[in-house]
Nanobody, 113 residues
């Protein structure tokens, strides 16, 4: 079992930046990828970004050029720049292993003036 704890969320003005962090602990062997989803009020959870064990990255189209996912040992980061009100959501970290997917509890990001 993998435990995930996110941090770094908060309130930011449009055009601002935030950096989310997610620390993985427990049985972290055999991780294939780590990344982020988000869920806005009244909407389904959507994929945001991921990074594989080999360093390949993928992003949802709406965040390309603004968000950057990176990984350092057992921590995955999401650098979010040029934030927009539509980026407001709860952001969830996840870890993919052959045995399944583990999720964090989420961190709130609110983009508002």
């Amino acid at each position: 079992q993998v435990q995930l704890v996110e941090s770094g969320g908060g309130l930011v003005q449009p055009g601002g930046s935030l950096r989310l962090s997610c620390v993985a602990s427990g049985n972290v062997f055999g991780v294939n990828a780590m990344g982020w989803y988000r869920q806005a009020p009244g909407k389904q959870r959507e994929f945001v970004a991921r990074i594989t064990v080999g360093g390949s990255t993928n992003y949802v189209e709406s965040v390309k050029g603004r968000f950057t996912v990176s990984r350092e040992v057992n921590t995955v980061y999401l650098q979010m720049n040029s934030l927009k009100p539509e980026d407001t959501a709860v952001y969830y970290c996840y870890v993919d292993k052959y045995s399944g997917t583990s999720w964090g509890r989420g961190t709130q990001v609110t983009v508002s003036s």
